[in-house]
């Protein structure tokens, strides 16, 4: 799989704070190879209700959010620390996994391979993987995949 230069461009606006979140799809060229595409972006000031209603499950793939996090935290009493990082997603919602068909079980295993393609291309280290559901994809499981590795006290209402 390839990475198409709108995904390039998007991650751009994402690491200059003017996106909020990008939802990334194959564009299936062949039987054996893909290109990743930028399906929709998220600007800032779009909220995660906005990126949720972008996910149905009237896909024939499965897609991955590439979502910037916000939030701050304390690294001494006191002292309050603005912070972001950027968290990929694989986006493989429950009924996209309960249709049948050989042709779409071939499709939904190369989701892994496209998030990983994400993750080499743009360096990112916080990744969820095989999200299925809407409660998986709730802020406050993505404040814990990104926070992961802080070592500053995260103060919960300030995750945008």
Known sequence: STVDTSVTEAYALLKKGEAKWVIVKPSVQSSDTA???????????????????????????????????EYSATPSPGVVSEREKIVLINWVPQCLINKAGIEF??????????????????????????????????????????????????IPESVH
């Not at 995660?48 to 991955?64: G, I, P, Q, V, W």
């Not at 743009?122 to 802080?150: C, P, Q």
């Open 105 to 154: 079980s071939r499709r939904k295993m190369f989701a892994p391979t496209f998030m990983g393609k994400l993750k080499r291309t743009f360096g990112v280290e916080h990744l969820m993987d095989g999200v299925s559901n809407y409660d998986e994809l709730n802020l406050t499981k993505i404040i814990e995949k990104a926070g992961r590795f802080e070592r500053d006290p995260i």
């Open 35 to 69: 290109q990743l595409v930028v399906d929709t972006v998220g600007l800032q000031g779009s909220t995660h209700a906005d990126l949720l209603a972008k996910l149905d499950c009237n896909l024939e793939e499965s897609r991955t959010i590439v979502y910037r996090v």
